[in-house]
């Protein structure tokens, strides 16, 4: 429970976290985008102003009667909607045939606005003007900028509207993402809980029979060694089990790690006759057959020798383990091509059931059947294989017929890297 409360509470974290980055890029999108357009907005229209400015200071022609203003000619504007007002200190002289729709009959230009154009708001309407002197007149222009105003409007609706579809999409997004990232983080969590849990497993039973013995002898303080032999043999042989676990855990440890290859030449028959030899009399006390197929012709390979023995020496003692009296265990090495050659061992023993083939490599992992019979092992073998294998680019098969033998092929280049 606790550990699924952990992985809820880094989803969210990872969840909220993208959708605070996502949200602040949208804010600055949006900021920048519209302060952009706001000022493009106007462009047009400022220059359309200050062009029919000029041109009504050069081409304004003020007809005077008496000294006094009867008639203002303003010269043909521009643009069709342009309102103009002129005036004769408080009077107004000429007024343009487009009205100016507001709360106020006339344009209400803010105080120190003189040769400036600003944005003038009236009853819901907005216009841009500039108002300046000429010829001791004063002149008023303005367009009404309703239209871009509404598209200012709509801009902002439709990054408001996007932002939210984005964030919509970012949200689902990210759960999905979070959840596909903490899978494989969870399924390594939850592999090394039960790591941990089996390795104090297989550590309990021994440790409990050392326990056992030693307490024994405790009790027996004052009889010999030799009346105790039996107990200190049994000991001896689980330090020895204990001591190989621990010794392919560290090396497990060091592959998963990456590990590091010691390579050398030498010749694969030779080498394979030598492992072959060490556990032809251990199979022979066991009354089992070992068989050893070389190659034609001598072949020289550029290997780790001491992980490459390592992989067959599991096979071989596993090939041991799984079968009885009168089974049969080969070990044979087969040129695949100038770059690679096959190394297979193979036995006659209880083969694995197919729906156990897919967990076989799991740490730890022992069948039902296996550990009712008393085989003894710690499961740790094939993992260590397939550990070892990985790191020298050794490609694993395994073939399987229950109660009628197993085999192992291990693809080897001829020259590791």
Same mark, same amino acid.
Request: glycine content about 6%; hydrophobic content about 40%; proline content about 3%.
């Given at each position: 429970?606790?550990? $699924? ?131 001791d007149l004063r002149v008023e222009l303005l367009l009404n900028v309703d239209t871009e105003v509404m598209k200012a409007k709509e801009l902002r609706l439709a990054l408001l509207m996007a932002g939210g579809i984005v964030i919509f999409i970012v949200l689902g997004l990210g759960y999905y993402l979070a959840t596909i990232t903490l899978k494989p983080l969870k399924r390594a969590y939850d592999k090394q809980v039960m790591f941990i849990q089996h390795a104090s497993h297989e550590m309990r039973t021994p440790l409990a029979i050392m326990k056992g013995r030693l307490e024994l002898l405790a009790r027996h303080n004052n009889e010999t060694i030799e ?26 440890? $060091? ?39 070389? !190659? ?109 033998? !197993? ?11």
């Amino acid at each position: 429970m606790q550990t $699924k409360n952990i992985f809820r509470q880094t989803r969210r974290r990872i969840v909220v976290t993208s959708l605070e980055i996502v949200i602040g890029v949208l804010i600055i999108f949006a900021i920048v985008t519209s302060s952009i357009f706001d000022r493009n907005l106007y462009r047009s229209i400022d220059q359309q102003l200050l062009t029919h400015k000029n041109m009504t200071i050069n081409d304004i022609k003020v007809i005077l009667k008496e000294d006094q203003v009867t008639e203002v000619v303003m010269p043909v504007p521009l643009a069709q909607n342009l309102i103009s007002f002129v005036w004769k200190q408080d009077v107004l002289i000429k007024g343009s045939p487009h009205p100016y729709v507001g709360s106020n009959p006339y344009p209400q230009f803010p105080a120190g606005s003189q040769d400036k154009i600003v944005t003038l708001k009236d009853d819901g309407h907005t216009y841009r003007g500039i108002t300046f002197s000429t010829q001791d007149l004063r002149v008023e222009l303005l367009l009404n900028v309703d239209t871009e105003v509404m598209k200012a409007k709509e801009l902002r609706l439709a990054l408001l509207m996007a932002g939210g579809i984005v964030i919509f999409i970012v949200l689902g997004l990210g759960y999905y993402l979070a959840t596909i990232t903490l899978k494989p983080l969870k399924r390594a969590y939850d592999k090394q809980v039960m790591f941990i849990q089996h390795a104090s497993h297989e550590m309990r039973t021994p440790l409990a029979i050392m326990k056992g013995r030693l307490e024994l002898l405790a009790r027996h303080n004052n009889e010999t060694i030799e009346a105790h032999f039996e107990e200190l043999s049994q000991m001896m042989e689980e330090l020895r089990g204990l001591e190989k676990l621990n010794s392919d855990l560290f090396l497990m440890s $060091k592959e998963d790690v990456g590990g590091k290859l010691e390579l050398s030449t030498f010749e694969v028959n030779t080498f394979l006759k030598g492992i072959y030899s060490f556990y032809e009399d251990y199979g022979e006390l066991q009354e089992k057959k070992l068989h050893f197929t070389e !190659t034609g012709q001598p072949i020289q390979v550029y290997w780790d020798q001491i992980k490459v023995k390592r992989c067959v020496s599991i096979l071989i003692e596993n090939a041991l383990k799984y079968t009885q009296a009168g089974d049969e265990i080969h070990l044979s090495v087969i040129p695949k091509s100038d770059k690679s050659l096959q190394i297979v061992v193979s036995d006659t023993g209880i083969g694995i059931k197919k729906e156990e083939l897919p967990h076989i490599f799991e740490r730890f992992y022992r069948s039902g059947e296996v550990r009712a019979a008393g085989i003894e092992g710690s499961g740790i073998g094939l993992s260590l294989l397939e550990s070892l294998a990985y790191t020298m680019g050794i490609k694993l098969k395994v073939e399987s017929i229950y109660e009628k033998g !197993t085999t192992f092929k291990l693809d080897i280049p001829i020259k590791m890297k």
